[in-house]
C-alpha cells in the first residue's frame, strides 16, 4: 500500500461539512466532523484577551479580522481530557501548529496516538511568523499517522503555498484544505474575501498535482467564505471532496441542528455526493 493511500483513505470517514478550527472546539452540530484545536506543544494563554481585543467584524467587507495567534491550552490539555472522558476525538480532526521541527515531531507523535480521524497540520498563521516547516516534516507526518489509521490534512496559506504544495505531494500528501486565513495588518483575515482566494488555490493545486502526475486520491477541502448553499455548490463545482465553514458557526444559535449549521451540513452531503459512494 502506498504512503498516499495510507494517508488519505480514513479521511474519507469526514462528514460532507467541517467545523474548522477553533470554532470545532464549541460548536459540534450533528451531520458535521469538529476540527479540534489548533494545539500547540506548550499551553499558549490570553486567548479570551485577544479574542476581546482584536476580534473585529467588517460589514462592507462582509469579514472578519483576529490576532488570536493560536492561543490554545496545550497538547497534554487535549491529552488528559480525552482521557478523563471529557473529549471525544474519534470523530473529529485534530489540528497542529509547531514552532520548529522538535515541537512538530512532538505533536504529530502525541496527536496520533489520539486516533482521531485526521491530523491537520495547520501550516500557516498570519499571526505567528513567517510560513516554514521542516524539511522531513511530511514523511515524518505520513509515518505518524499512518501507524495509527489517522488521515493527515495540510491546510495551505491562501498566498505563496507553492513550494509547500510540491514538498507535501511529493512526499505522499494527498489530503489539502484550502485556505487559511488572510494575511492583512489587523492579523488575519476571514469571511468573503476568502473565498476567491480559497478556490484559486483549489485550482493551482489540483492543475500541480495533474502536472506532476500525482492528482489520483487527492483530497481537497475547500473552506472560506461559506454562508450559504450557493457558496457550497460553488465549491462543489471546483471538485473539492468536502467544504468547511469557520466564522458562519461564530454564532451560539447555530448549535442547534435545525438551525443555519443544520441546513448547511444538508445541502453538503447532497452537494457532494458522488456516484457509486465514490469521493
Request: charged residues 15%; aromatic residues 8%; proline residues 9%.
Given at each position: 500500500m502506498?504512503?498516499?493511500?495510507?494517508?488519505?483513505?480514513?479521511?474519507?470517514?469526514?462528514k460532507p461539512l467541517?467545523?474548522?478550527?477553533?470554532?470545532?472546539?464549541?460548536?459540534?452540530?450533528?451531520?458535521?466532523?469538529?476540527?479540534?484545536?489548533t494545539f500547540t506543544a506548550e499551553r499558549r494563554p490570553g486567548r479570551l484577551k485577544q479574542v476581546l481585543k482584536t476580534v473585529r467584524y467588517h460589514p462592507r467587507l462582509r469579514a472578519w479580522t483576529n490576532r488570536i495567534g493560536l492561543r490554545n491550552p496545550g497538547i497534554a490539555w487535549l491529552e488528559q481530557r480525552v482521557k478523563q472522558g471529557k473529549v471525544r476525538v474519534a470523530d473529529a480532526i485534530i489540528s497542529i501548529h509547531g514552532f520548529d521541527a522538535d515541537q512538530w515531531r512532538e505533536l504529530l507523535d502525541r496527536a496520533a496516538t489520539l486516533r482521531p480521524i485526521a491530523l491537520e497540520l495547520n501550516l500557516s498563521c498570519p499571526?505567528?511568523?513567517?510560513?516554514?516547516?521542516?524539511?522531513?516534516?511530511?514523511?515524518?507526518?505520513i509515518s505518524a499517522t499512518s501507524s495509527h489509521g489517522v488521515g493527515l490534512i495540510a491546510k495551505l496559506p491562501p498566498l505563496r503555498y507553492e513550494d509547500m504544495v510540491n514538498a507535501a505531494l511529493a512526499a505522499g500528501i494527498r489530503g489539502f484544505h484550502c485556505c487559511n486565513t488572510i494575511p492583512v495588518p489587523a492579523g488575519g483575515m476571514s469571511g468573503k474575501p476568502l473565498l476567491p482566494k480559497s478556490l484559486a488555490c483549489i485550482q493551482q493545486l489540483q492543475a500541480m498535482a495533474q502536472a506532476a502526475g500525482l492528482e489520483r486520491g487527492l483530497f481537497i477541502?475547500?473552506?472560506?467564505?461559506?454562508?450559504?448553499?450557493?457558496?457550497?455548490?460553488?465549491?462543489?463545482?471546483?471538485?473539492?471532496?468536502r467544504v468547511a465553514i469557520g466564522t458562519k458557526a461564530m454564532n451560539p444559535l447555530r448549535l442547534w441542528w435545525d438551525g443555519p449549521l443544520g441546513r448547511l451540513a444538508r445541502h453538503a452531503e447532497q452537494a457532494l455526493a458522488k456516484p457509486d459512494g465514490a469521493r
Open positions: 502506498s504512503n498516499s493511500t495510507v494517508a488519505t483513505a480514513p479521511l474519507e470517514r469526514i467541517i467545523i474548522s478550527a477553533p470554532f470545532g472546539n464549541y460548536i459540534k452540530p450533528r451531520g458535521a466532523t469538529p476540527t479540534l484545536g499571526n505567528v511568523g513567517e510560513l516554514s516547516w521542516p524539511p522531513d516534516l511530511f514523511t515524518r507526518a477541502i475547500g473552506g472560506g467564505g461559506i454562508t450559504s448553499t450557493g457558496d457550497i455548490d460553488t465549491y462543489a463545482r471546483a471538485g473539492v471532496q
